[in-house]
């Protein structure tokens, strides 16, 4: 196991990070520790720069690492279509050095309007704008609100948190694109509940220190958050492998690269195609099925037995969570609900597959706390500002 | 309330911080929480780089604070004799932003040990040096002990993390110079126990990239950890007031500037004179009592009545933990004793000073996890990393 990182983390919590919400280490664990008891693993920090599939080895930093069976799942950063310059101004949140960096964004501006006497660049600093109404981008705008609205409220004297003004903006008609219609339409209205103002069918057009241009509207905002899109980890060109205008590798029925039967990609950094040929969405549960699926067939393989031969996902269902109290859900490519039910089911579902029993009690009394107190659980301005 | 960061640290377990035991949200408070009711209040965050003490204003960032009385509590930063070239390769510990960066060197230390072939590197990998025997060094030595020797045991391949050698440098003759000589030679058994390699009345006449000189033995490290002096803060540049070789201010028996009753200095960065007519010792009880004293002296002249005419510290005590089970305290001046039941006092202590009911909790529980489970909680190699 090569990771440039020496930690597992858990992404769909991740927004709560730079929301202030969970600390860093709450949603991460060290590799080596999972692995632990798996006497046959090895696990390397390293960050891999090649491989050459004729000697079949990986290069990671000064390093050859020889494999019978190659697993690449190195997943996606954000992407920017083409504007990388505004990559300063509105980060994305992918890892947890992005979820600390953004934390510091949020936190600084509610303190800097707090000292600032004009008005027009106290209102800058009081505008958060967050670009994509996907889960990420509708979850981060959920957790703004709340902690403008609720944790923050008493602690400043010269202005009022509540005065923030969230846009979430969308390009698209609806926000969760990939949920069925009215469950878009559910998390809408929660979203505007909560005081999160929403503009669908509105791209952004630029991005830059003074703040987003949202359809023909200058809106001038400190704070700018990246949700909108991402582009696959450069797998396919270590691999020199065909791949999609996302970056993603293209691969087999059963995950494997064309004539590289030993070679697997999974997760979001594969175009992997369903039964009916439309691409697997990328999100965890597939990645997680095809990991486990890739396991078996590499078993069947060494053992001499035949594997599956496709990889079939099976859609338990998905979910997304707007503030306290509400999310909706998506289960069984049937039922669909949102609400107080839909929420608890949301944090028990997301406290089970937390890696760690550590961290499940710890997340879930983190989360207790909060909803009792209303208070945010890690308020602090880390690293150099940049502001 | 002027500070440049937006939460309160609680200095005496950053060292838990520093070597992957705690996460940094537990040991620190926004500010503007803990002065939350407190109606009469305003906090700001901001660099200070002056007071002008004929207008009686604090100068932070762009904006200038008027006063009637002014309080100093600025502390100090690590000092390194004249060799501030060292820094680079022997980091501090005051700062939460320094205790990451030291979990970061550590953790990787052992990380790259694991994939180095050469013995002689992997040798420095795995050699930990720190610089000075007062709690700070000592404290540091222990919970790196501990974390090479349980900690890190089952989780590495190659190399076996009980190999590291962990030496606690000191120039004088006796650890925990502060303490009664027998609490000093405990110390000094407890951590030979935990296989800590302590050289005494040894200086370190040279830090490079390569490692330490330690009396006429070159040690090569790839992490050294500064805990040997310190340095006062800007305060006496700020104030234009006369100050010792370590840059604290001098200040009268109440604690004021000679000249200006309206200006105080208080805590690390003051140099305060116990009756006798030696310095006050710079420690967080210490910095508390004359808080709460010069917050008396405040309140007794603007409702015109008289203050006690001079500062007197109340010495509770003092203690240090050596790894797990391991303590030493010293109480009242009178009591000295060490051992399991001084480490159980010293944690509760520690859990009683944390401020905030959620911080305690929490802190409590992750101790016992670890205590139980001999894992530490916070493992993650975050930021940038300059090995």
Redesign the interface.
């Known amino acids: 196991m090569i990771d440039r ?3 597992h983390l858990f992404q769909p919590l991740l927004y709560q990070v730079a929301t202030a919400g969970l ?4 949603i ?1 664990m ?1 590799i ?2 999972i692995l ?1 008891n798996a006497a046959n693993t ?5 960050r891999v720069t090649g491989v050459d599939r004729e000697r079949r080895v990986v290069v990671a ?1 000064e ?1 050859e690492i020889p494999y019978d069976f190659l697993i690449i799942a190195t997943g996606v950063r954000h992407s920017y279509f083409g504007h990388d310059d505004w990559e300063p101004w509105a980060p994305g949140l992918k890892k ?2 992005d979820a ?1 960096a953004i934390r510091r964004r949020i ?2 501006a509610f ?2 309007a ?2 600032e006497a004009d008005p027009a660049r106290r209102r800058r600093l009081l505008n958060f704008v967050i670009v994509g109404g996907g889960p990420t981008g509708v979850e981060m705008a959920g957790a703004i609100a709340e902690l403008a609205r609720r944790a ?1 409220v ?5 202005i009022d948190p509540r005065a923030a003004r969230i846009l979430l903006v969308e390009a698209g008609p609806r926000v969760l694109p990939s949920f069925p219609e009215s469950l878009s339409a559910r998390a809408f209205r929660s979203l505007q509940r909560l005081g999160v103002e929403v503009r669908l069918g509105t791209p952004v057009s630029a991005v830059d220190a003074e703040g987003v241009i949202v359809g023909d509207e200058r809106v001038p905002a400190a704070t700018t958050i990246w949700a909108a899109g991402v582009r696959a980890s450069s797998a396919a060109k270590w691999l020199k492998a065909e791949a999609d205008r996302a970056g993603r590798v293209k691969v087999g029925p059963d995950l494997s690269l064309p004539g590289h039967p030993e070679i697997f990609v999974v997760g979001d950094t594969a175009l992997a195609l369903d039964p009916a040929g439309h691409p697997y969405p990328g999100l965890a549960p597939v990645a997680k099925q095809q990991g486990r699926y890739v396991a078996d067939v590499i078993g069947a393989r060494i053992r001499g037995s035949s594997p599956a031969p496709r990889f079939v996902y099976r859609d338990w269902g998905a979910m997304a969570t707007i503030g306290r109290n509400h999310a909706v859900a998506h289960l069984f490519s049937r039922f669909r609900f949102g609400g107080m039910f839909a929420w608890l089911l949301w944090g028990l579902v997301h406290i089970m597959f937390l890696a760690g029993f ?1 961290n499940r ?2 997340v879930l ?2 989360w207790t ?1 909060s909803y009792i ?1 209303f ?1 945010s ?7 150099s500002s940049d502001m």
């Open positions: 990182r020496n930690y600390s860093p280490a709450q991460a060290p080596r520790s632990r090895r696990v390397l920090m390293g930093d390093h947890i050095d600390t936190l600084t303190e800097l707090e000292t923050l008493r602690d400043f004297r010269e550590r009690l710890i009394m983190d706390w107190t208070q659980g890690a308020r602090l301005i880390t690293g």
